[in-house]
């Protein structure tokens, strides 16, 4: 019984660790590599036109979507998270949802 345990188990050691999911840096990487080609608006500049909108509401940071190429800008007012989702490419609010 110890020998059918342990075979599998030292199969599963040897084997690579491969991530399931792309993680953070992954969508960091992404998003700084479509700022190189032109097809998104830089960060800073999507900020300069969410945050005067968002007055009274403490700015927590953005997340990057590489798939729908789009920012998550999210703030907190009230104790109520706000969600900001821009397009990249144009620096569009898509939709605030809160």
Known sequence: MKKS??????????????PAVAGPGDAQEKARKDLRSGSVRPLR?????????MRGAQYLGPE?????????????????????DVDARSGEVMRTLQ
């Open 5 to 18: 345990f342990l075979l599998p188990l030292a199969i599963a050691l040897c084997l690579p660790a491969v």
């Open 45 to 53: 500049e999507i900020e300069q036109r969410v945050l005067p909108m």
């Open 64 to 84: 990057y979507d590489p798939v729908a190429q789009a920012y998550r800008l999210k703030f907190i007012r009230d104790g109520r998270v706000i969600f900001v």
